[in-house]
């Protein structure tokens, strides 16, 4: 027999469960302490952070971009295309110079507004129309005498259109005084940089895009027959 005060030992007892008595938890390994320790020193993105710089690494599925000859994780942003500015040009013709073009001037002494509407209709690119810009004109001349201040404006436009300058003086004062000169003036300009008022906007489209196929079906130069 053993002494008194002497407990058995839980192994030697039958009705020792180890379901009931705590077990020690198994160590994680080496590789998964590395990732707690540096996730808890550097939480910021989810732990992906460079340790040295503490920049934020590429997350797979997000290639760097060149900017500023620098690599740098931003999205590529497509420039969306906004309004051409015209580079500065001068007037193709001086605001005497009617007689370049004697057709158009003896129209426009005898009906500005033919000359007017066809002028509005090429700088509004169709959206106005010949007769509509023709009659605006003649209704302001016979009611108010003051035509100047509707054909002015479309100086301002067709001068904004090319990079023309204000010249020989502020649009309204030019057609204040010399309201049939420069209407001539106006056509001439357009006639010279290709687009012809007398034709319309969508004559001058539709001449636009044959030239564009003449010049798609043209034979490239320098090549000869082989016979």
């Not at 690494?57 to 999205?75: K, L, S």
């Not at 605001?95 to 002494?109: G, S, V």
Request: aromatic share 12%.
């Amino acid at each position: 027999m053993g002494r008194p005060d002497q407990t058995p030992s839980p192994r030697m007892n039958n009705n020792f469960n180890p379901m009931f008595h705590a077990q020690p938890a198994p160590e994680p390994p080496v590789y998964k302490k590395q990732m707690v320790q540096t996730q808890q020193k550097y939480p910021n993105n989810g732990g992906m952070v460079n340790q040295q710089n503490q920049v934020p690494m590429a997350r797979p599925g997000q290639p760097p971009y060149i900017h500023n000859n620098a690599t740098v994780n931003q999205p590529y942003v497509v420039p969306i295309p906004g309004a051409v500015h015209p580079q500065p040009s001068n007037w193709t013709s001086g605001l005497f110079d009617c007689f370049n073009d004697p057709e158009n001037t003896i129209i426009t002494c005898c009906f500005p507004f033919v000359t007017f509407g066809q002028i509005a209709e090429i700088i509004d690119e169709g959206a106005t129309t010949c007769a509509t810009g023709g009659m605006l004109y003649g209704c302001i001349c016979c009611l108010f005498w003051i035509p100047f201040v509707y054909s002015c404006t479309y100086r301002t436009k067709l001068r904004m259109k090319f990079g023309l300058p204000e010249a020989p003086a502020p649009d309204w004062i030019t057609h204040f005084f010399c309201d049939y000169c420069a209407i001539c003036q106006e056509y001439r300009e357009l006639k010279n940089r290709g687009l012809d008022p007398a034709i319309g906007w969508i004559g001058n489209v539709q001449k636009q895009r044959m030239l564009q196929q003449q010049e798609m079906m043209a034979p490239p130069m320098g090549q000869r027959m082989m016979g």
